[in-house]
């Protein structure tokens, strides 16, 4: 599975883009898609998953009430809708796929496949 992601790019506080990741090179059924992000110089952190049917899904704490994960299966595609940004929202973000236990849906270890990151940097 290869996995792209697009929609980022230079936003002014408060904007609202949505990036988008698209699967190919193989089955989508079953995958949990997560995304990810990684600021300059610190650690990547967890951001949001969805479970495959797409009827469950979390968020970061620091993104709840802002961002909004959905998913298409027919396109294999995974969006985040990303509402109110604030600077400390600048990163690059990586979409994900893997199979984990819900328990550890949170956990970059488990995702097997990774795109490679689209760079979100909001303005102030």
């Known amino acids: 599975v290869q996995l792209q992601a697009s929609g980022g790019g230079l936003v002014q506080t408060g904007g609202s883009p949505r990036l988008s990741c698209a699967a190919s090179?193989?089955?989508?059924?079953?995958?949990?898609m997560a995304w990810f992000r990684q600021a300059p110089g610190k650690e990547r952190e967890f951001v949001s998953f969805?479970?495959?049917?797409?009827?469950?899904?979390a968020y970061a704490d620091s993104v709840k009430g802002r961002f909004l994960i959905s998913r298409d299966n027919a396109k294999n595609t995974v969006y985040l809708q990303m509402n109110s940004l604030r600077p400390e929202d600048t990163a690059l973000y990586y979409c994900?796929?893997?199979?984990?236990?819900?328990?550890?849906?949170?956990?970059?270890?488990?995702?097997?496949?990774w795109g490679q990151g689209t760079l979100v940097t909001v303005s102030s």
């Open positions: 994900a796929a893997g199979r984990p236990v819900l328990s550890s849906a949170r956990d970059m270890t488990s995702y097997n496949y």
């Open positions: 090179g193989g089955t989508f059924s079953g995958y949990t």
């Open positions: 969805s479970r495959w049917s797409g009827g469950h899904t």
